[in-house]
Nanobody, 125 residues
């Protein structure tokens, strides 16, 4: 079964950086696009980034463009989200999920699967 586990969340001061990991075991990621999402209390779940199955194409929400970088290492069955210049508005639970490359990063949020439990990122002074 497709199942991701997120890790790397922490309490960080404004301007700080974190790198989140999204890992799987037991199968290859070669044929899946991977998305990162976040949800703050009282707000809608937001798609913040997505990477194609090969890693050749990436997309970012305007809210994180220029600050966050998505990457993947298919040999390690892991995707990453490097987050720089973090601000209080970035405080949320961060999730990752996958979708078949047939659909790819154009997929709707509801088409992604394998959601993990999320990892908490808190940006505060």
């Amino acid at each position: 079964q497709l199942q991701f586990v997120e890790s790397g969340g922490a309490l960080v001061q404004p301007g700080g950086s974190l790198r989140l990991s999204c890992a799987t075991s037991g199968f290859t990621l070669n044929y899946y696009s991977i998305g990162w999402f976040r949800q703050a209390p009282g707000k809608e779940r937001e798609r913040i980034s997505c990477i194609s199955s090969s890693g050749g194409s990436t997309t970012y929400a305007d809210s994180v463009k220029g600050r966050f970088t998505i990457s993947r290492d298919n040999a390690k069955n892991t995707a990453y989200l490097q987050m720089n210049s973090l601000q209080p508005e970035d405080t949320a639970v961060y999730y990752c999920a996958g979708v078949s490359m047939v659909i790819g990063c154009r997929a709707r949020v509801t088409q992604f699967n394998g959601w993990g439990q999320g990892t908490q990122v808190t940006v505060s002074s």
